[in-house]
């Protein structure tokens, strides 16, 4: 059983920068894709940016792409979400996930049902 646990999230005027991590504690050894997805009230949940623990599968929405980067730390099992020239239409809750991959297919899924486990999520208000 693999925990998430999100942190980072917080109140920020536009135009700053904020960084999100995500702690995972218990890894089996199998290779996964991580996500970040967000949520806004009234919204469907949408996919932010991806990776894949054994290397590529980078992935960025559009509405996100060139301001945001998403990385990890394997030593760490820790994931981030580096934001930053940050709109108020990025205010949302952030959520870190995790999907077991059996076969590597080049890509990471950007659909949440994709996902195995997901973290309790942090909020992320942007003002103008």
């Known amino acids: 059983q693999v925990q998430l646990v999100e942190s980072g999230g917080d109140s920020v005027q536009a135009g700053g920068s904020l960084r999100l991590s995500c702690a995972a504690v218990?890894?089996?050894?199998?290779?996964?894709?991580m996500a970040w997805f967000r949520q806004a009230p009234g919204k469907e949940r949408e996919g932010v940016a991806t990776l894949y623990t054994g290397g590529g599968g980078e992935y960025y929405a559009d509405s996100v792409k060139g301001r945001f980067t998403i990385s990890q730390v394997n030593a760490k099992n820790t994931l981030y979400l580096q934001m930053n020239s940050l709109q108020p239409e990025d205010t949302a809750m952030y959520y870190c996930?995790?999907?077991?991959?059996?076969?590597?297919?080049?890509?990471?899924?950007?659909?949440?049902?994709?996902?195995?486990?997901w973290g309790q999520g942090t909020q992320v208000t942007v003002s103008s």
């Open positions: 996930a995790a999907g077991i991959v059996p076969i590597w297919i080049g890509s990471c899924a950007t659909n949440p049902p994709s996902y195995n486990y």
């Open positions: 218990g890894y089996t050894g199998r290779r996964y894709c």
